[in-house]
């Protein structure tokens, strides 16, 4: 996986310097989706646990799958919805018995959340695979036990031959974590190559001059000291709990142990509102404002924030084409759902 | 749309009649989804809101929309899950707040819905769309006034114009009604051709000889008189709320003013647990012995109920596919979710 650094005192000479504007976006960290599919799953693919068009396959159903819930209602794409940006359009995650996130934290988008370093606000997870594992069980989302997904899992044998077909192995008894790796490796397929990663592929058209400035304004103003990478995101950036940063009392995040919260990827921003940890802020606008103020220490100008959220509309990409999944029936032996 | 009868004397007579089997089915009133694109587009369409591929693209977009709802988190698909049957899978209704039906009446699936008569289970609104109005606005489903789907809808620029297109109006500015109706147009189109319409089209070979004694059965023991048409079910029937049908208690729900109840559909009857219009039992054994004893006044053996059984299973139908929609994003005009 793409190691994001930070580069301050580049990312100013780089925008001072003579280069073309796409040379300069690259030399501050900022990384195209490769459109060569071979380097593109060496990027998103995880050694542990390997891409392939049966775990793929397997993974989307039960990406889609509310039976994996405890309610039998929830299912991964309840909160990630992949029609709508890959979130769920409302401030905190909201779940079982319209449980919301007891730190009003919102849901991040699944669309190109494999590019991230750090999974979770505060970073607590490495990758998907792991972060996977959270929701099912987290009790104001999908609250099941691995027992429930489990037996859930196994009395189904449509998913049971699936798991034998993708793991090579007929003796499989899927476990809670093999759900979670194929569920994880469905999401490490979901990414969203846009006409930004055209342009710094060197296709000078690929953005209007509006979004040339926009991504120069971007540059020159230190957005990109944190929003890098493939991702235009994903790593950990000290947290400015106090002070000017207003939304951080809602809720009561602080980031992780030492002050740092993930940085959300800047792709399909303008389908992911509202905005922040705590989902406070609706307008693409305001939450540049104010980005600028908390994390910059600067107060951009109208002008500076119209042409910067012109560069990021540009970040929308192509979502992948998505069959919906039809799932294999429950049986007798399938648990009956717990709404309670 | 078909009339359906029920043809009382008629079914035994069939049944009892050296017709081969298929043709004795039909007797009674079993017809099947018809295999002519141009006979299943006369079955299905509605006059008054005739079919077009604008609008089927439109529906489909928007019944997989949560935001038609107050909260932003409940679509058409919450309840009638394409991936699972068309329905839920759970016993009563749960949407907003997570409340529950309060006639505690299970969701019944959208797939073949349009072959159905009446709908809802009192059989209140004669075509889907005006069923699709209800969900919507209903507090323990979706939760909308009809003010805020408009509002919705009109601050989309995406959905206006698709309106605008489906409707070869210009000037159109989508009502609620009108949103209810794209919905219904998406939903006719969800119907699930099965081996048995094969078989009643004169392909002996589409089901196996157990399944054909499983329907012989079936319309033996008068099954086929509330379970007719080509929903195979669908339409009113007296609805014995007290004595044996002892699951007509739970909850309030009498059927309509005469005491009638909507037949639900057998097919996909394997994938739509739980069952009944209180969603009580989950075995579909169990639910052939009980209609056999509340609605036909027998006690089935054991025999008879593994061979109607078998027969039911071979009305899983092949459902269309569906690829995943990709909404519009909101704008700054689209009212915010209030999830209270």
Redesign the interface.
């Known amino acids: 996986m793409l190691k994001q650094v930070t580069l301050g005192a580049a990312v100013f000479a780089a925008a001072l310097s003579a280069e073309p504007l796409a040379e300069q976006a690259k030399a501050t960290g900022m990384a195209p989706i490769p459109q060569n599919t071979t380097e593109l799953y060496k990027l998103i693919d995880n050694p542990d646990n390997p891409i392939n068009a049966e775990k793929v396959a397997l993974g989307k159903q039960l990406y ?4 994996l819930s405890k ?3 929830i299912s991964c794409n ?1 909160c990630h ?5 890959g979130v ?3 401030p905190a995650a ?1 779940g079982h ?2 449980r ?1 996130n007891p730190h009003h934290l919102n849901s991040p988008t699944v669309y190109n959340a494999v590019f991230a370093d750090r999974q979770f606000w505060d970073g607590r997870d490495p990758d998907l695979e792991a972060q996977a594992q959270g929701p099912m069980q987290a009790p104001p989302e999908m609250a099941a036990a691995p027992e429930h997904v489990e037996a859930v899992v196994n009395s189904i044998p449509g998913y049971v031959k699936a798991f034998k077909h993708a793991y090579s192995n007929p003796d499989m008894k899927p476990t809670f974590k093999d759900v979670a790796d194929v569920i994880a490796v469905y999401e490490r397929t979901l990414v969203t190559p846009s006409r930004f990663d055209r342009y710094l592929d060197g296709c000078d058209k690929a953005l209007s001059d509006k979004e040339k400035a926009g991504l120069k304004t971007f540059i020159e103003k230190g957005c990109v000291s944190c929003h890098t990478g493939v991702a235009i995101g994903g790593g950990m950036q000290p947290f400015p709990a106090v002070g000017k940063y207003k939304y951080a009392d809602i809720g009561d995040f602080r980031g992780d142990k030492n002050g740092m919260v993930k940085v959300p990827t800047l792709r399909n921003i ?2 992911t ?1 509202p905005y922040f940890h705590n989902g406070a802020v ?2 693409l606008k305001e939450a540049i404002e104010i980005m600028g103020e908390t994390q910059l220490g600067i107060k951009l100008s109208p002008e500076d924030v119209a042409s910067i959220e012109t560069f990021l509309k540009s970040l ?1 990409g192509k ?1 992948p ?7 294999p ?2 049986t ?1 032996a399938t648990p ?2 717990d ?1 309670n």
């Open positions: 889609f799958d509310p039976r309610s039998g209602l309840f919805n992949l029609a709508t940006g769920d359009g409302v909201t018995k319209w919301h303008d389908e509102a609706w307008s929308t979502k084409d998505v069959t919906f999944p039809m799932l029936a429950r007798d009956i759902p709404l």
